[in-house]
């Protein structure tokens, strides 16, 4: 997937989110951020720009990720309009789990204008785990198009990887355990107030994965 090493981000202190609960922060919200600009400014220096560059999400959140790169890449390349380089890929049907989970509810692929056919495409997806989600993207995109180029940013890399597949850009690597969850919360997709009425921000957050098989485990 890759041709180089992903560039390791510096280390964020690590802060309980809550003690009693087991959760820690392992980003917030600026390091966050800081990570998609940094992933940004890597795509253009990678690609020599990057008018030739479209950003497809993969749901959930790799969705407003992408949107929040694209955001990114038009501050640094003067001319450039984030819509015109993002889009979304459904790969639901392309999963090699179908036959353990086949009630999925099927996402809509949405692709730029100017489509993908000989552009650089980055993947743009929130944790990068197995690789299996990613190799389902792949296949999605033969269907549709062919791209002079497909890499793949990942806001976060917890490794175990189970196929030959690496992210280019990644704003996190995270060594951790097949006992520990890590769940991403963005704005975006997870915006509304929690129990205690508190706004929801940006995070990183890893746990104690719980008994029952999580779907984490096949991305």
């Avoid at 922060?25 to 992933?39: F, P």
């Avoid at 997870?190 to 921000?201: F, I, K, L, R, Y």
Wanted: no cysteine; proline share 8%; aromatic share 2%.
């Amino acid at each position: 997937m890759s041709s180089g090493p992903a560039v390791p981000s510096s280390e964020p202190t690590v802060t309980p989110e809550d003690p009693s609960d087991g959760v820690t922060t392992v980003l917030g919200e600026a390091e966050i951020a800081r990570a998609l600009t940094r992933i940004a400014h890597e795509v253009v220096e990678r690609n020599k720009g990057a008018h030739d560059v479209v950003l497809l999400g993969i749901p959930t959140r790799g969705v407003p990720l992408a949107e929040r790169l694209a955001e990114r890449l038009a501050t640094i390349e003067p001319g450039l309009v984030p819509a015109d380089v993002v889009g979304e890929l459904d790969v639901t049907m392309y999963r090699d789990d179908l036959h353990r989970h086949p009630v999925r509810t099927i996402g809509a692929t949405r692709l730029p204008a100017s489509g993908i056919d000989g552009k650089v495409v980055v993947l743009v997806d929130d944790v990068l785990f197995s690789g299996r989600t990613i190799r389902a993207a792949l296949d999605a995109i033969s269907d549709i198009g062919r791209p002079r180029a497909v890499q793949l940013a990942a806001l976060v890399d917890r490794g175990h990887r189970e196929l030959p597949i690496r992210p280019d850009y990644v704003g996190k690597n995270l060594p951790t355990s097949l006992s520990e969850r890590v769940s991403v919360r963005l704005v975006e997709t997870d915006g509304a107030p929690d129990a205690a009425g508190e706004p929801v921000t940006d995070a990183v957050l890893i746990s104690q994965r719980p008994t029952s098989t999580s779907s984490e485990g096949t991305r």
